[in-house]
């Protein structure tokens, strides 16, 4: 169930980073909070301290930020009870 979370949350993420429209970014977001909601449910903690640390750990992972021709990274760092978990998805 973590590993859905966690590829879920790389997906939010690398549509928040490149997505093109209010309507897909927001959809996006959905996501991310979805991930984080779910991750709450695994690990006991607060959704909303799970959406804070996710968006660290993707900034972290420089998957916020892109430059010009930059393609997504596909790659997730979450830290949940104190580990850290990472992810990569196709």
Request: proline share 3%; hydrophobic share 50%.
């Amino acid at each position: 169930m973590s590993r859905i979370a966690i590829k879920l949350a790389a997906l939010g993420q690398d549509g928040l980073t490149f997505a093109d429209g209010d309507y897909d970014l927001d959809r996006y977001r959905q996501v991310s909070e979805l991930a984080a909601e779910l991750l709450a449910a695994i690990s006991g903690r607060l959704a909303a301290e799970l959406v804070v640390e996710l968006r660290m750990a993707a900034k972290l992972a420089g998957l916020s930020s892109p430059g010009p021709g930059d393609v997504p990274a596909n790659r997730c760092a979450i830290v949940v009870g104190g580990s850290a978990a990472a992810d990569s998805y196709r």
